[in-house]
């Protein structure tokens, strides 16, 4: 009883401590404290983005010492792991969404915000031209930006490899618009099924939902819609029962190439039990509003034509360039040989300048184009600026000592000295900044069916799981990963409301 009472003592403790820091935090988010007005005799850094690699930046940057502007056509940071659970619903799009206003407010230093895109990079006078292509326009809709420094964070746009008609008439899966259409397009597609008199090949057409591109992003998708169907769907639209079907295309003989080759046997083998069609070695080649045309290749290396019909069509065939940044590498003759983005040195600079920087899906610098690496070269970058910052401050300091030295003397001309000597040990440990590192910390994907595949790396090695303890651990591990406790919340609690209520079969 004893032990009951000191148990129950714990717990009450735990659980008033969780309250009060889960209050004081959201009470520190909704008060931000006064911010210094930027000083306009610093370095103006200007960062083009608010993706992974931007609000990375940003998160660890010592405003205090640049003046900062952030320009960017979206006003939020987006949570893209969780993107594939907003086109179900599973996750309202909200709930990923962090508006760049918040983080910025939380600066020591005010930051300048302008929703805009920058539609070409002048690195010769330095000066970023923007255009404002929201709904509303103001007088002004387009100008030029001036900077000392620049880090270009535009992230990618989707390929299509000129592939006729994958613009038209397809879906794809990158940013808040894409899945609030996706989730509109299924339940279009449910109802436009069950018309009166909607004949049965019709129907069928109509309930295909095709995904091209079977990486991380087509097959979480496919997981997701497949669960979809078999949780809701299936109950709310009975009659759509036989003829709803996902199909997953990809062009290379299996999915997940990123993925340890026994997770992609997991994940074919759990596709299949779903009845998920996985079409691997089809490679499509164009597409019409009602079907798409491939080419599958044969074990003996022929090839075949074929015609899928398709009532949705998501395409997630990965990343391209977007084209300020083509433009900004047709004015640099030492980017002459790249061809998939901006190419780096070992500290991100943009090779053939000096004061861009880039970061995330638009640098080439060896590694994927992920949220992992854009977030670990955005945390760098804020590391090396502050140093550099801190790096300008202690020289200008030292600069003045040495003159104050030089006309001091006796007992003022040794504390000048010992000064100089603190000042020159602070400045080798500033300047300690090796180049980036990339530390990968493994790889996760959900594939429906409450299963999730991770490839971990471990000490020196690496973890393979498949499975619902996997589900269990990507759930934590991204729940944990989300911007803010307000995301953290909202995303536990569209989960909860998900698996209560089930998810919303309205078309909005
Ligand atoms: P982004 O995050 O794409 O940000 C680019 C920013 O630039 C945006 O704010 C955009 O509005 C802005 N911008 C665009 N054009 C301009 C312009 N002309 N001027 C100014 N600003 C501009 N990676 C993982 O590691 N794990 C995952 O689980 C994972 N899941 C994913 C799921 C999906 C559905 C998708 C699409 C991607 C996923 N990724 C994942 C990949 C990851 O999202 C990207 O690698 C990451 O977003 C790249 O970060 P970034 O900062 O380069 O670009
Ligand atoms: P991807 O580049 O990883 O995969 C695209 C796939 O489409 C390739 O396998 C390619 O062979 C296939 N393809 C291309 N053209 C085709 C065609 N015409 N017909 C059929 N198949 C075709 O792209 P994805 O999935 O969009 O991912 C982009 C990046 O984001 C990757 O670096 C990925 O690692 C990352 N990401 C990571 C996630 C995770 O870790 N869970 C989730 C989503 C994305």
Avoid at 55 to 78: A, G, H
Avoid at 201 to 219: W, Y
Avoid at 353 to 376: F, K, L
Wanted: with cysteine; hydrophobic share 40%; proline share 4%.
């Amino acid at each position: 009883r004893r032990t009951l009472r000191w148990l129950w003592r714990f717990t009450y403790l735990g659980v008033i401590g969780f309250l009060g820091y889960t209050g004081y935090t959201i009470y520190l988010l909704r008060t931000p404290s006064e911010q210094d007005e930027a000083d306009p005799r610093k370095k103006t850094l200007v960062i083009l983005g608010t993706g992974w690699g931007a609000v990375s930046l940003l998160k660890k940057l010592d405003t205090e010492n640049y003046n900062v502007i952030v320009i960017s056509p979206r006003n939020f940071f987006l949570f893209t792991p969780l993107l594939p659970s907003c086109t179900t619903g599973t996750i309202e799009h909200r709930s990923i969404m962090e508006p760049v206003r918040n983080i910025l407010r939380h600066k020591k230093t005010t930051v300048k915000y302008y929703e805009a895109e920058a539609t070409k990079i002048d690195y010769q006078k330095k000066v970023v031209y923007i255009n404002d292509d929201s709904e509303i326009k103001g007088d002004t809709s387009s100008t030029e930006v001036p900077f000392d420094m620049l880090v270009v964070g535009v992230g990618a746009e989707n390929a299509t490899f000129g592939i006729p008609g994958v613009r038209e008439y397809s879906c794809f899966l990158k940013e808040v618009g894409d899945a609030q259409q996706i989730r509109k397009r299924i339940m279009d597609c449910v109802e436009t099924a069950s018309f009166k008199d909607q004949s049965p090949e019709e129907r069928k057409r109509l309930l295909h939902m095709v995904v091209v591109g079977g990486g991380p992003t087509g097959v979480e998708f496919a997981g997701e819609l497949q669960d979809f169907f078999e949780q809701d769907l299936k109950k709310w639209v009975p009659e759509i029962v036989d003829n709803f079907h996902v199909t997953l295309v990809e062009a290379l003989p299996n999915v997940l190439p990123m993925f340890s080759k026994q997770l992609i046997d997991y994940t074919e083998k759990s596709f299949k039990e779903e009845s998920i069609t996985i079409r691997t070695k089809t490679m499509v080649k164009n597409v019409t509003d009602k079907t798409i045309e491939a080419e599958f290749t044969r074990p003996d290396g022929t090839k075949e034509k074929e015609i899928l019909p398709y009532g949705l069509l998501v395409w997630a065939t990965g990343n391209a360039l977007r084209p300020v940044v083509k433009d900004l590498m047709s004015q640099i003759p030492a980017q002459k040989d790249s061809r998939r983005g901006l190419a780096v040195n070992e500290y991100l600079v943009v090779n053939g300048t000096e004061n861009i920087w880039a970061v995330g899906d638009c640098a080439i610098a060896n590694y994927a184009p992920t949220a992992q690496v854009a977030s670990q070269e955005g945390a760098f970058l804020a590391r090396l600026f502050n140093s550099l910052a801190k790096t300008e401050t202690i020289n200008a300091e030292l600069a003045n000592l040495s003159v104050e030295q030089a006309k001091a003397t006796g007992e003022e001309r040794t504390q000048a000295l010992n000064n100089i000597k603190a000042l020159q040990k602070q400045l080798r440990r500033v300047k300690q900044i090796g180049p980036f590192e990339y530390s990968h910390q493994g790889s996760l994907a959900y594939i429906g069916h409450d299963k999730a595949v991770a490839d971990i790396s471990w000490l020196s090695g690496n973890i393979a799981s498949g499975g619902t303890i996997t589900y269990w651990f990507w759930k934590s591990a991204y729940v944990n990963m989300c911007f803010s406790t307000r995301n953290r919340m909202l995303v536990l609690v569209d989960w909860v409301k998900s698996y209560i209520f089930g998810r919303d079969v309205s078309r909005e």
